[in-house]
């Protein structure tokens, strides 16, 4: 069952937010912009760049090290969870079939190229979010949005997703258990089982959704949410903020790839 | 059909997130109008329903294989346009951090597609308009279908222009809407059956969750559904108009409709020295240098890397071989720092 594990490696990512590392100490405000303007720095390169995004798996790389976050737990994940980039990337090698490279004597065509620069692109982008999650915390990240001026029933209500996410998936598995051990083979699959399933965990949710209600009217709940600001901008915030742009904005404009390449070239011969 | 950042251009990606974080916006004012307490902790358990509700697979009739459903148009229905649209938004930014469906930038697309669709289209233009109160349920199931089936249509059509947008798919726009739309009319299809299938059987046991949302909704919809449409055209014209400065600075599928034009690596070069300079220069302090082209002027140096000289490419393959080694010494230079730093 996949989603049996998806939801522990959710859990996991999770208790690795908790760790304590510079990385993890930045302000979320922060580390959430760098790795925007980070994704966007990799998404503007053209389709067929592929040796100048090298350089960029630095900063996933800087994020797993100094976060001190196990590889495994990342690079598993990205493996998984790719199938539309690569169902669309797929048709690129087909249907662009003009050679634009032949290296050592093997033509490469353009399709290939912009499929494999899709994929780098793919990695790049999808370690950088899951790493964000893995050094900031889920309740960091709705701090920073809440300071960041995000209207604040968004932000409640991702809080309160959050916090009920782990409790109502146990339910879900409760039940999955439930028809496995009740049903033979494919059996119990069926449509008709499956939305009275679907209803019967609606139902308890509504319910429970009363009860917490009721829970938190008993402690005084008025209508306001409050959310813990509990992180302050400091200078290494800010020069963490400058240093990772610059360097985004060297390895973007000016082509290190190459330069180091020939250099080597050059002395080989 | 997730997107993914792979597959968008920065312009398509943050006009989309523009557009996006308006309609949050929009719909948070819209709640925060007429707040129920009560719609509090029952939107937060909702979007947590869904997310369990996922891991609950079924199997697809006629073909064997088993699916999920995405649930849109099932938390329209249950907690009307306003709160449904947050719900799917905060869902989708769970789907992104946690499960990386997609990415951050691809984020703003994704709430686009999955949630202003069912909610700000087919649910107040197709379900709310063919179910009134007490409804009989053959009328609640044909306006689900109908209802998730053209959300779902109208998502999946936007995932290909987004996508054939950015110009990063060798796929041509017809193929890919072959592609894409009739499977997407088959998913939608079973999860409209089955969104009204659990409509009507909560309906028996718990009316009043249904109902309830229902009068209330009723007392409002009236006039507040020409005004969501006219707020949307707005939004888009909005969003629209500020990024088209984007995008005439920064012509994106205009460069990829000269590359269709020019096909791809034979592109004519026919640039100067002093042009070559400036264009060096321009490219050193543009931000998104590709971007800053003027659309017809020297599009045609867009691709670094396709340059076909041999010695040039053999560098790039070296070079690129040589950062990725440069940057497992760099994590491993940090590791190996954490480690001595501990010791001490």
């Known amino acids: ?269 | 059909m997730h997107m993914a950042d792979a597959l968008l251009s920065p312009v398509v990606g943050g006009t989309l997130w523009a557009g996006t974080l308006g309609a949050i916006a929009y719909a948070a004012k819209k709640l925060k109008e007429k707040m129920d307490e009560r719609m509090i902790p029952l939107m937060g358990v909702l979007g947590a329903f869904i997310f369990a509700a996922q891991m609950i697979n079924f199997t697809i009739p006629g073909t064997g294989s088993s699916g999920h459903i995405g649930g849109g148009m099932l938390l329209a229905i249950l907690l009307g346009p306003y709160a449904a649209f947050l719900v799917i938004a905060s869902v989708l930014i769970i789907q992104a951090l946690f499960f990386a469906d997609g990415g951050l930038l691809a984020l703003g697309a994704n709430i686009w597609n999955l949630g202003i669709y069912p909610c700000f289209i087919a649910y107040p233009l197709i379900y709310r308009a063919l179910v009134k109160q007490n409804a009989l349920s053959r009328r609640i199931t044909l306006a689900s279908v109908l209802g998730v089936v053209i959300g779902l249509q109208l998502g999946a059509f936007s995932v290909v222009l987004e996508t054939k947008l950015s110009g990063i798919t060798e796929l041509p726009f017809d193929t890919f809407v072959i592609l894409m739309l009739p499977t997407h009319l088959a998913i939608g299809l079973i999860e409209g059956f089955i969104t009204a299938g659990i409509v009507n059987y909560v309906r028996t046991l718990r009316p009043d969750i249904v109902e309830n949302v229902e009068a209330v909704k009723v007392l409002s919809s009236g006039g507040s559904l020409k005004k969501i449409v006219v707020v949307m055209a707005i939004l888009a014209v909005l969003a629209g108009g500020a990024f088209s400065w984007f995008a005439s600075t920064y012509p994106d599928g205009l460069e990829w409709s000269i590359e269709k034009i020019y096909g791809k690596p034979e592109i004519p070069e026919r640039s100067n020295v002093i042009a070559e300079i400036l264009l060096e220069i321009q490219k050193k302090t543009a931000i998104l240098p590709d971007y800053s082209f003027p659309a017809g002027s020297k599009g045609d140096r867009e691709p670094s890397w396709p340059a076909i000289d041999p010695g040039t490419s053999l560098s790039g393959l070296f070079g690129g071989i040589m950062v990725l080694g440069l940057v497992v010494i760099f994590g491993i230079g940090i590791k190996v720092l954490r480690r001595f730093r501990h010791r001490t």
């Open chain 1, 1 to 269: 069952m996949t989603f049996d594990t998806e939801y522990f490696n959710a859990g996991y990512l999770d208790s690795l937010s908790y760790k304590d590392t510079f990385v993890h100490r930045l302000d979320p405000r922060t580390k959430i912009l760098v790795s925007f303007i980070f994704i966007l720095f990799v998404v503007s390169f053209p389709k067929y760049e592929l040796s100048g995004l090298m350089p960029f798996f630095i900063y996933p790389v800087f994020l797993l090290t100094a976060g001190d976050i196990p590889l495994r737990a990342i690079a598993k994940k990205v493996l998984f969870i790719s199938p539309f980039a690569i169902f669309i990337g797929i048709f690129n090698p087909l249907l662009d079939t003009n050679v634009m490279l032949t290296p050592f004597g093997v033509p490469v065509t353009g399709g290939w190229i912009s499929f494999l620069s899709i994929i780098v692109k793919f990695i790049l982008t999808v370690s950088t979010a899951l790493l964000l999650i893995a050094v900031t915390s889920f309740p960091g990240i709705c701090e920073a949005l809440a300071r960041m001026k995000l209207p604040r029933i968004l932000v409640i209500q991702l809080l309160f997703l959050y916090r009920y996410l782990f409790v109502l998936m146990e339910e879900a598995l409760r039940m999955l258990r439930a028809r496995e051990a009740r049903s033979f083979k494919k059996r119990g699959k069926e449509i008709k089982t499956f939305i009275r399933l679907i209803s019967v965990l609606l139902l308890r949710t509504v319910e429970r959704a009363e009860r917490i209600y009721q829970a938190m009217l008993s402690r005084g709940f008025r209508g306001e949410i409050r959310v813990l600001k509990r992180h302050k901008l400091r200078l290494q915030d800010i020069l963490f903020v400058i240093f990772s742009v610059t360097i985004f904005y060297i390895f973007r404009n000016f082509n290190i790839v190459s330069f180091i390449g020939e250099t080597l070239s050059r002395s080989i011969r």
